[in-house]
């Protein structure tokens, strides 16, 4: 086979990629290649810092007191005092209990009733205990005492916040009031039983370096008990003193 007879190499047809730049013809302006770009931000359009960061003027005040709404949802209307009110006039206002708990303490005492009139009745029929009726009967009176003034000690209970401590008065005819100042508390707890929840009432418990200091406020709703809770924790922290 002569030189002339071999055949040419092999080509391929077309190219696998298209160029990325194709020449102009004659008689055309030369078009640049299209880059994707990005659309034009607005000038009035907030940027992604100040977006996020909260203005000063939003912020919440590290000082900012509780507001009485949330403390007196769901209260008596007025506080139950004695005829000798005057002593009471302290700068701030009262805020009371719920009136559900005076229907979650009927449940839990007529509960109590129905075991010893359970247990009385087991012992004198079924031992032939007679002494049983004594002591049962001594319970029984109390707890229904109990009952009939319970209302009456719901409305005199309640509480104030001042300017530097918290003060809890309880009780008609043996009243109680203590003043636990904001610098000593130590500890504020917040608990509630079955039937208390199903009530929706909680009983706040504030305790301070003394013992006999601690305060126990009952029958508070559960927005109440933590927005209350909440402020003590927070003034507390601002009123901190040595121990």
């Known amino acids: 086979m002569t030189d002339s007879q071999t055949p040419p190499p092999h080509e391929p047809s077309a190219p696998l990629t298209p160029p990325p730049y194709s020449?102009?013809?004659?008689?055309q302006a030369e078009v640049p290649p299209a880059y994707p770009t990005a659309p034009p931000v607005p000038a009035s359009a907030p940027s992604a810092h100040s977006a996020s960061a909260p203005s000063p003027e939003a912020?919440?005040?590290?000082?900012?007191?509780?507001?009485?709404?949330?403390?007196?949802a769901g209260t008596y209307s007025a506080l139950r005092t004695p005829r000798s009110a005057s002593a009471l006039a302290l700068d701030g206002t009262w805020h009371q209990i719920s009136p559900r708990w005076v229907a979650s303490q009927f449940l839990q005492n007529g509960l109590f009733l129905a075991l010893v009139i359970v247990v009385m009745l087991v012992m004198a029929f079924a031992f032939e205990q007679a002494w049983v009726w004594?002591?049962?009967?001594?319970?029984?009176?109390?707890?229904?005492?109990?009952l009939i003034i319970l209302p009456r000690q719901a409305k005199a209970t309640g509480y104030m916040l001042r300017a530097d401590d918290i003060v809890f008065?309880?009780?008609?005819?043996?009243?109680?009031m203590v003043a636990v100042p904001y610098g000593r508390l130590q500890l504020v707890d917040i608990t509630h039983g079955p039937l208390d929840r199903a009530f929706g009432v909680s009983q706040l418990?504030?305790?301070?370096?003394?013992?006999?200091?601690?305060?126990?406020?009952?029958?508070?709703?559960?927005?109440?008990?933590?927005?209350?809770r909440d402020t003590l924790i927070e003034v507390a922290e601002t009123r901190r003193t040595g121990l």
């Open 169 to 176: 008065r309880r009780g008609i005819l043996w009243q109680r």
């Open 59 to 72: 912020a919440p005040s590290a000082s900012a007191p509780v507001t009485p709404d949330a403390l007196d």
């Open 23 to 27: 020449a102009p013809q004659p008689g």
């Open 205 to 228: 418990k504030m305790v301070t370096a003394a013992a006999t200091t601690g305060v126990q406020i009952p029958g508070l709703t559960q927005p109440a008990a933590e927005a209350l």
């Open 134 to 146: 004594i002591p049962g009967g001594i319970v029984i009176l109390f707890t229904l005492i109990t």
